[in-house]
Nanobody, 124 residues
Framework: QLQLVESGGGLVQPGGSLRLSCAAS????????IGWFRQAPGKEREGVSC????????TYKDSVKGRFTISRDNAKNTVYLQMNSLKPEDTAVYYC?????????????????WGQGTQVTVSS
């Protein structure tokens, strides 16, 4: 099972930026589709973005389109989530997760390997 470690979270003011990283510890990383999810207090975990194993296909939650960009560097076994123009409603614990196959459907249950999460707080 792929082991994933997220980093890059923190406290940022509205309108600011953060870049999250998801590092994997397996040489077959480039076989896996990687998704970013988030969970705010009292809410269900939701999909934010996803990137296919080759990086050729990406998906985004409507509310983050134009603000977030997902990318991957398979040579470094790492997926990134660049988050710009952050809003208070983006505050959540962000998780990366892996699956075989395509990004769609992007349900939580479709992803089998999860990181421990990184906290993102957007507040003035």
């Amino acid at each position: 099972q792929l082991q994933l470690v997220e980093s890059g979270g923190g406290l940022v003011q509205p309108g600011g930026s953060l870049r999250l990283s998801c590092a994997a510890s397996q040489f077959t990383f480039d076989y896996y589709t990687i998704g970013w999810f988030r969970q705010a207090p009292g809410k269900e975990r939701e999909g934010v973005s996803c990137i296919s194993s080759s990086g050729g296909s990406t998906t985004y939650k409507d509310s983050v389109k134009g603000r977030f960009t997902i990318s991957r560097d398979n040579a470094k076994n790492t997926v990134y989530l660049q988050m710009n123009s952050l809003k208070p409603e983006d505050t959540a614990v962000y998780y990366c997760a892996a699956r075989m196959g395509n990004c769609s459907p992007g349900r939580v249950a479709d992803f089998g390997s999860w990181g421990q999460g990184t906290q993102v707080t957007v507040s003035s």
